[in-house]
């Protein structure tokens, strides 16, 4: 039997619950937006190419690599400020007082810090305008560049923090939900009762699946194990057939201070990175952060979160069925027999990649994700992937072995992939299902810790600088709850002039070469798109984000589309349905370790002596209209 499409059942979804939401939308009212376009500097002029990478009609002039405080964006089109840390969430405005000295109270209510995944979500036209929900995650506080006299370094802030300041950091963490509408003059943000914030130290969250109630779970502010406060790290994400939004719990790790113990979780803290010396300061003022006298608190974080944006009533829930790791997004899909699918990474070096079949099917929505198999993946050398379930009583997931219940499987779970043999990888990040052939495609960032002694056929790089992409195929375009797909590498980072072991394909411009690949998105043409994080440790360029078709002419052949200023990394795009807007993060510019508030490496986007730097979501457009990276029916 063949299931409905994705793109079927997210119109089935919407259509409904258009018809509930019309009326209170309609009467929201409509508000001034604070846009900030980007300066001419900011746009590329245009250098001729060689001749081998003279962009096709309608296409557009790569950006070429280089580090400065700007951002770059091809000849022909324009990047608007949308939404910047301490903005307004219900015009988009921006603070209006020293964003250093920002409350815990008014930080809760403006958008957060360090913004990463976004998703654009339509709503129907109102008066022929055209709108949407626009979600973004915040992933973390860096305190030097937020707050005044802070020193420089990576964790020297944790100590020296007031209380007052460390509520400020847990409220500008979380996921910003706003309504935009796009006008003459670009995207604005108006007022909607589908505003909604989430931060890490006020916003209760429940927690649900097999792991929920689990006494590993209980703590003494919750003995239920089914109710936490906060949610913090959240990376990437994803948007379900059914039309909510996950996000990510990642570094989670970072949160928890204090000894460890020689209780049942010190192993199980250990394993999850957790050493007691985090970037955070939290765990000097709430105990629930100190695992010396609460150390199952870390057990409630490091999960997926699931929210519906159009029902703000419904209560967000962390979905213990999903595992529990450093979790950087969720690329859903729906299986043959119209199951859903979610194949998810763990974000750390040498750690996993997985993925979810549900029991029941696509349609269903509501706590659907509270039941399904999650399996892991092992890659071998003969070209297949091969899902590994990981069921509490099969195999080595026995009490034997530590695990008494399917929570402690849930709970642990990168341990319980450790006894299935899952293939260890070079910190797997974005991924992304092919809309048209089902294939999946993952990118694996780069990784340092992979010993010369430990490559193998997937990761055959030691110490990889530079990722790459690898190809998943199932057997069949909607094959996804199979036990066996096809792997191959789609591209090899690196720039080829000077980096050994890349693969790409013919035709790669000077500009083109990518390395340390993050999110991938496929655009509403079907064609891939590439955000990176980590090219500036390389010396010659900031990060960015590439075109990189995976069919037809160009395939595997990357094309540099826009660029970040210095010290950011690029992260979160997304499109509108029409292709005509991508919206992407700048997260942390100038946010080098040794930079402070005082002495920052960067001022954007404002660019005012004073100002710190400031993350933010962008809307990019093509200034004639059209779609972002030109249409490919017209050749591109
Ligand atoms: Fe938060 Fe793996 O990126
Ligand atoms: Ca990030
Ligand atoms: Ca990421
Ligand atoms: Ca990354």
Redesign the pocket.
Known sequence: MTGPSLTELINRRLSRREMIGKTALAAAAFGLGCRHSCTPKQQEATSSPNKASQPRPRSFTEVAPGIDDHLHVPEGYQAQVLLAWGASLEDGSDFPGDLSRITADEQRQRFGTHC?FTAFLPLPDLDGVQRGLLCVNH?LTIARVMFPDMPPGRRASAPLLSQAQCETELAAHGHSVVEIRLGPEGWRVVPSPLTRRFDGGSTPFELRGPAAGHARMQTSEDPSGRRVIGTV?N??GGVTPWGTVLIAE??VDNYFGGQLGDGQERANLERFGIDGRPDFGFWRFWDRFDVSKEPREPNRFGWMVEYDPRDPKRPPVKRTALGRF?H?GAACTVSEDGRAVLYMAD?SGMEYLYRLVSDGPASAGGHLLDHGTLSVARFDSDGSVTWLDLIHGQGPLTKEHGFNDQGDVLIETRRAADRLGATPMD?P?GIAVDPKTGRVYVAL?YNRYRAPEAVDAVHPRARDAHGQILEIMPPGPQGHGAKKMRWDALIRCGDPARHEGTKYGDGLTERGWVSCP?NLRFDPSGRLWVCT?GMERDGLTCDGIFLCPVAGEGRAVPRRFLRVPTGAEC?GPSFTPDGRTLFVSIQHPGAHYDATLAKPRSRWPHQKEGRPPQPAVVAIRALDGGIIGGDPKEGV
């Open positions: 990463d992933e790290a990376c990437s990642e570094n450093s950087e974000d910190r990040e960032t993050d994080d992260t």
